[in-house]
């Protein structure tokens, strides 16, 4: 007997439609679905819903590639500042990075996934994953796999490594540290770039994907040899592989958080984030100033990703939204979703930040398909208030 998942959460008025298509697509799930769905508009909390057994508002979840968007949040703070010059060569901040023909290369192309630099010849270790300063010495010594700048793919496992290093040389501080102290903290946000021991009872554990016999056939036809972009992209090809989806299991991912795959949030933590970016937030000022947030939406790299081999579109470490997910979102929207499901957010124009993040790992990974259902009845309720 399938047992009823009961949609819990509220709503503000005039957002009912959105917990009727949440729980319309929570009826048609397996018994065991876990989800968030939260947003803001103009600030303002208007849903904040949740689905699952022994689920609440407060779960944390391991949240991806979402990273990045924290990560990159980082990144545009210290341009704004003055901190960061996005056309400077990354070897004014980052010497040693101009080994093997990588000297060139300004921070602006590296944001932009241009650099060329998607893992290494052998791998990494899991210690060196969960460690961005690890990670940024072994790429330091590393020979690009195509010429930097000329072309783009999904630095995935790397491109807040990568960041990183660019703001501790600048800074004296890791990104986390940053992130922390100038983001996390001061809005209140469940969004973690290194989970604190204290949380960890709040965190629901990744579950792998159950795709049908037809979905895994579609996986099954990804070319997957040990020595393409995609494998190295991924940690696939040395050693010790990466199980992407057992990979936020491991307390040392968790603890670290590594800035491109490593944060644990809520989908409170994650549209509040983006909130706090666009909008004025419980009388704080939004983080960043609209010239700053358009230089980072604008599209920087866009067409066929050579890790993807797909279309993509890439802002500075923020991915395009509006034309790779969601169409119906305004042109500037920007955001980052997570390999398991997880989709964030935030349209400037319709002053929408979205959040939502899923247990189980999604098929076929990246924003899960449902995030097209839920994201375009968040962005037609606001626009009809």
């Known amino acids: 007997m399938t047992q009823e998942i009961t949609v819990q959460g509220t709503v503000a008025e005039g957002f009912e439609s959105v917990r009727e298509e949440f729980a319309a697509f929570v009826a048609g799930e397996r018994e065991d679905y876990e989800g968030q769905l939260c947003a803001y508009v103009h600030g303002r909390r208007v849903v904040d ?16 590639s979402a990273t990045k968007g924290a990560a990159h949040l980082v990144a545009a703070l210290l341009v704004q500042d003055g901190t960061l010059e996005l056309d400077r060569k990354v070897t004014y901040y980052w010497p040693e990075f101009a080994g093997e023909g990588k000297g060139a290369l300004t921070l602006r192309d590296l944001l932009a996934h241009r650099a060329g630099l998607v893992g290494t010849d052998t791998g990494f270790s ?25 072309a783009f793919g999904y630095h995935a496992l790397v491109i807040g490594a990568l960041t990183g290093e660019v703001v501790r040389r600048a800074t004296g501080r890791t990104l986390q540290e940053v992130y922390e102290e100038r983001v996390r903290a001061p809005h209140g946000l469940d969004l973690h770039l290194g989970l604190p021991e204290a949380h960890e009872p709040r965190f629901r554990t990744v579950r792998p994907m159950l795709p ?66 666009i909008s004025e937030v419980d009388g704080r000022s939004p983080l960043l100033k609209g010239d700053t947030l358009a230089e980072f939406a604008q599209v920087h790299s866009t067409g066929y990703d050579l890790v993807a081999r797909v279309h993509k579109s890439f802002g500075l470490g923020f991915q395009a939204t509006a034309d790779i997910w969601h ?29 939502y993040t899923r247990r189980r790992f999604a098929f076929p990974g990246g924003a899960a398909p449902e995030n097209d259902r839920l994201a375009a009845e968040v962005h037609k309720a606001a626009l009809a208030g």
């Open 126 to 150: 899991p210690a060196e994953l969960a460690d961005d300063r690890m990670i940024a010495e072994r790429l330091a010594d590393q020979r690009p796999f195509w010429r930097p700048g000329t």
């Open 49 to 64: 819903l949740w689905a699952g057994a022994g689920v609440t508002g407060d779960s944390l979840y391991a949240v991806y």
């Open 212 to 277: 049908t016999p037809a979905q895994q056939a579609q996986l099954d036809a990804v070319p997957t040899g040990p020595h393409t972009l995609g494998s190295i992209a991924f940690n696939r090809h040395g050693a010790e592989p990466t199980d992407l989806e057992s990979l936020p299991n491991e307390r040392l991912i968790r603890a670290q958080g590594p800035a491109s795959v490593g944060g644990v949030g809520s989908a409170r933590g994650l549209a509040g984030m983006y909130a706090a970016m």
């Open 327 to 355: 169409p119906f979102l305004g042109a500037g929207t920007l955001g980052h979703s997570g390999a398991n499901g997880v989709q964030a957010f935030a349209d400037p124009h319709a002053g929408i930040a979205y959040g």
